[in-house]
């Protein structure tokens, strides 16, 4: 179940490693496992595109990495995961907080929610600074400034005395970008940071996180429902399906020869230009599985896969490497030609 | 902001001339055999008829209540019965006294209910949560007449304590002054402690899960920081509000203390004032503590427009 | 709670029952019954709120209490055992005697009927009171809301006990002159809570598409509101039943409750005054005891059911801003 080695990163060690990761939740109604067996390595600069339906363990599997998971009812338990040699599992808590915010930090799907309402946007910006930086007086105000001018807004010395409310949705994504590289990461997870934006702005906020991590060298996750959305600014793209990774490629290989139903599914459910007008589009029919209620004992997609056979139902595909650097988790990859 | 607290006030005016007059209104519809009985039993008066000149009873109904407000915005609330003094006079002797009383339960309040409201929403379904969920439930429930009962009682039976029936003055030694006050608001501070604290934690345990925590807390903040900084602030904001509901309940709690460990405050004379059948006084009292419960709730609308910056005035 | 275009009443009901309750419960095969959601709410507080069920288990003591009171009793509450004044608690007298004799154990059985008798007649009118009130506040709006809404706070800012003890002074004593004091402290509050229930609904689809296709105002009001403020006003009366007893025991106690020689708890904490209590300490804590457990089966009661109809009630002050 090792991940192939990169064959152009094999000299760069990856900065995060993450090896059979699983994570189960403990709930009144019953116990439900969220991440089933997620292996990855994100290596330095680089940028990853994670795709997949909500609920499908993409988030957890990064507020795991960052041990925000509350436990419990939250378990987390790996083979390996490892930042930068540190092991996560093992960290204490002060040592992930040294971690959290200054060598990862994140940035979450809805702006409006994730600045706290009572407090000035300069105020929730220095705290982090702050702590893991240990500027003050006029530095820390000046590094507010130069972050907040970095990721485009206007009158920053303004800024940094309003309160979230008064900002728009797109202002208030910019400067949880501009907290989240305050302190120069080495990665940074952005959980579905567009979602909740208006379409015009979405495109914005996406090229300003690939500009600024390429810039600083961070490697960056991007969270994402949309594969249209990780298309132009990822190196790298996993899909995941109910806990588990189903493909894994390059994202230029990924686009021209997806070999998972499901992959292949989400890419003909993209919008596109060039397709001819009043076409429908595709969207895959019926709904992922209740991960709290069934249990799955074959493939999780074989009830909504167009090429499922009785090897699907019956048993679970691992996965395997198709292609160099191309991963599936399907009995039907060789076969799984793009249709329709 | 200038123009909130205006409107504020503005809003004010028609509450305050309701609630001056249901308080007119309540004494009007005192039944005749009242003020037999207060010429029978309390020698008021001679007759009903002088009484009733007296009380103004005997002037017409728009006459008597354009005389009630013209003298009550003057600050003048009638003169008592018994005592034949001016009733804002005899209100403000005793106010001090159940002010302080009401303040220093307040005060116990908020020292307890808040640090263990959060307390039991931090840790939320341990056996530490259950036991201080099922203290605050108790302590709703028991009353504090029944608490205050107890204590006289058993203090005097296991510690040969008993309260004091001499009232010392502030102005004579307010040390023993205050002193003599804290276990009546102990006592009047259990069940406000106890709702306080269930509203923190309710709060508490929705503000932790608001998406801004995990922003904190992903910015490798500390569990203490998150808590005081992010979390409290926000919690409190709705808890503010409640004390402004309790504001009235405090009042009432002040009665029965008063009541039962003897201190000359306002709500002694209340009940005085009621085993006298003396109306002017009930009048004024009324109007008194619901004009201050008004302008106290203004403040805490005022406060709150402060403290939540996402309050528009 | 869900909300659907309804038809029927029964539907609207079953609208109630919280989503998270047992899937067999929305099953449409069966005709649901009229109070099928009453038995689930019963089967959901046994199973989830243990708390909730043993405060259900002292309100049905309590009211055992009340309605046996002459079967349960010992003694006439009111019959004066001679000499055998302040007696300790023992075979003959469960709770001892008071200072006139009289078995303490039957006046507290039959004080129950006292507390449940007031406390049920002014949970009543209040909450008569307080859906009128509010149900024309919510439903309606515009200057008729603003006027009551001003009453509303110009009552509210009287103190309860003040209300009540003013009430009493001009009222005189009486049973019914308690309940409508105890009924005057208290409907001013529900009302809001259950305004704001009405704003909740007043513009769901349900409601919009009954009027869409021309139902009167009061066939809406009756058929549609008023069957979905029926969770905020159980909710409400069994909290306002603990609030009532807990009002009514110091009524009593300051000497202005249920006049004598009616059993009533609080006063019996009073009436025997201090020296008696000395020498005979079951005085003060048996009656203190009934008030405290009546209060605490009814606020458990009531906040187990609150959880479990609906979450949007638990902080009474956002439904009051």
């Not at chain 1, 992959?263 to 429908?280: E, K």
Request: proline content about 6%.
């Amino acid at each position: 179940m090792m991940p192939t080695p990169m064959q152009n990163q094999q000299q760069a060690k990856p900065i995060l490693e993450v090896h059979g990761l699983i994570v189960r939740f403990t709930l009144r109604d019953g116990a439900l496992i969220a991440v089933r067996n997620v292996s990855f390595d994100l290596f330095p600069g680089e940028s990853l595109g994670v795709v997949g339906e909500s609920g499908c363990g993409k988030s957890v599997t990064f507020l795991s990495v960052m041990r925000l998971i509350p436990t419990p009812p939250g378990k987390i338990d790996a083979v390996k995961m490892r930042f930068s040699g540190m092991d996560l599992l093992d960290a204490s808590k002060r040592q992930m907080r040294r971690i959290r915010g200054n060598r990862i930090s994140m940035v979450f799907q809805d702006p409006m929610s994730s600045l706290n309402p009572v407090l000035t946007i300069g105020r929730q910006m220095r705290e982090g600074i702050q702590l893991h930086l240990g500027l003050s007086g006029r530095s820390l105000d000046d590094r507010c400034i130069e972050l907040l001018d970095k990721v485009g807004i206007s009158a920053p010395e303004m800024r940094l005395k309003s309160y979230p409310h008064q900002l728009s949705g797109g202002i208030r994504q910019r400067v949880m970008i501009a907290m989240a590289l305050s302190c120069n990461p080495s990665i940074l997870l952005a959980d579905e940071p567009t979602t909740a934006l208006d379409v015009t702005i979405q495109d914005q906020i996406l090229r300003l996180i690939r500009d600024l991590t390429r810039d600083l060298g961070t490697a960056s996750v991007l969270i994402t429902h949309n594969l249209g959305a990780v298309a132009g600014t990822t190196d790298r793209i996993m899909v995941m399906y109910a806990g588990r990774i189903v493909e894994k490629a390059p994202t230029p290989l990924l686009f021209k020869d997806p070999r998972h139903p499901y992959t292949q599914g989400l890419l003909r459910s993209i919008p596109r230009v060039d397709q001819p007008a009043g076409r429908r589009l595709y969207s895959i029919s019926g709904a992922p599985p209740d991960l709290l209620r069934e249990t799955i004992q074959g493939c999780a997609f074989a009830p909504r896969c167009p090429l499922a056979e009785e090897q699907c139902v019956a048993q679970a595909p691992s996965l395997e490497p198709f292609a160099p650097e191309h991963l599936v988790s399907c009995w039907k990859a060789a076969d799984a030609h793009q249709h329709g | 902001m200038k123009r909130y607290i205006t409107r504020r006030l503005l809003l004010l005016l028609p509450t305050l001339l309701l609630v001056s007059f249901l308080v007119f209104c309540i004494v009007r519809i005192i039944p005749g055999d009242a003020v037999t009985l207060m010429v029978a039993e309390m020698g008021f008066a001679d007759d009903e008829a002088e009484l009733r000149a007296v009380l103004g009873l005997d002037q017409s109904l728009p006459r008597q209540y354009w005389n009630y407000m013209r003298n009550a915005l003057r600050g003048d609330l009638g003169t008592s019965l018994w005592s034949g003094q001016p009733v804002l006079e005899e209100i403000t002797r005793r106010l001090p006294l159940t002010f302080r009383l009401a303040l220093m339960a307040l005060f116990w309040t908020l020292l307890t209910g808040i640090p263990l409201g959060v307390l039991s929403a931090l840790k939320q379904d341990t056996w530490l949560d259950y036991l201080l969920r099922s203290v605050s439930v108790g302590g709703l429930s028991i009353p504090s007449f029944w608490l205050a009962t107890l204590l006289v009682v058993f203090g005097a039976i296991w510690f040969r304590w008993v309260p004091p029936i001499d009232f010392i003055p502030f102005g004579e030694d307010p040390l023993a002054s205050l002193g003599q006050l804290v276990v009546p608001s102990l006592v009047l501070s259990v069940a406000l402690s106890a709702s306080i604290m269930r509203m923190t934690r309710t709060m508490m345990l929705e503000v932790m899960r608001e998406d801004y925590i995990r922003t904190a807390r992903a910015k490798g903040l500390s569990e203490w920081v998150v808590v005081i900084r992010h979390a409290l602030a926000n919690s409190l904001i709705p808890v503010l509000s409640i004390m402004g509901i309790q504001m009235a309940f405090l009042v009432g709690g002040t009665v029965i203390m008063e009541s039962i460990f003897v201190l000359p405050g306002m709500g002694k004379y209340l009940l005085d004032a009621i085993t006298w059948r003396d109306y002017p006084v009930i009048q004024g009292i009324n109007l008194f503590i619901c004009t201050l419960i008004i302008c106290i709730n203004l403040v805490i609308d005022l406060l709150y427009g402060v403290l939540d910056p996402r309050i528009r005035y | 709670m869900k909300k659907q275009p309804h038809k029927r009443t029964r539907d609207t009901i079953a609208a109630l029952k919280p989503h998270y309750l047992p899937a067999s419960a929305d099953a449409g095969g069966a005709a649901p019954h009229r109070y099928h959601w009453l038995i689930d709410l019963f089967i959901q507080l046994v199973k989830t709120k243990p708390l909730g069920a043993f405060g259900g288990a002292l309100v049905l003591t309590l009211v055992l209490m009340a309605l046996a009171a002459p079967l349960i009793a010992t003694h006439d509450p009111n019959e004066m055992h001679g000499m055998q004044t302040l007696v300790p608690p023992g075979s003959d007298f469960f709770f001892g005697t008071d200072a006139l004799a009289r078995d303490l154990f039957s006046r507290i059985v039959h004080g129950a009927r006292v507390s449940l008798t007031v406390g049920l007649g002014a949970v009543g009118l209040s909450i008569f009171l307080a859906t009128v009130i509010g149900v024309l506040s919510g439903y309606f709006g515009g200057v008729l809301d603003t006027i009551l809404q001003r009453c509303v706070d110009a009552i509210m800012s009287f103190p309860w006990l003040i209300i009540m003890l003013t009430v009493m002074s001009i009222l005189g004593p009486g049973t019914g002159n308690v309940i409508l004091a105890l009924a005057l402290a208290g409907f001013a509050g529900s009302s809001r809570v259950i305004r704001s229930a009405v704003l909740a609904i007043k513009h769901s689809e349900y409601v919009l598409a009954a009027r869409s296709i021309g139902c009167r105002q009061p066939a809406i009001l009756i058929r549609h509101i008023l069957p979905n403020v029926a969770a905020p006003i159980l909710v409400l009366a069994t909290l306002g039943l603990g609030n009532a007893i807990l009002a009514e025991a110091a009524l009593s106690f300051l000497g202005y409750g249920v006049p004598p020689p009616a059993p009533s708890w609080g006063r019996m904490l009073s009436g025997d005054g201090l020296d008696h209590m000395l020498r005979g300490p079951w005085l003060v804590i048996f009656p203190g005891l009934a008030i405290s457990a009546a209060v605490f089966g009814f606020n458990m009661l009531g906040d187990a059911l609150r959880d479990l109809l609906d979450p949007r009630l638990t902080g009474g002050a956002r439904a009051n801003k």
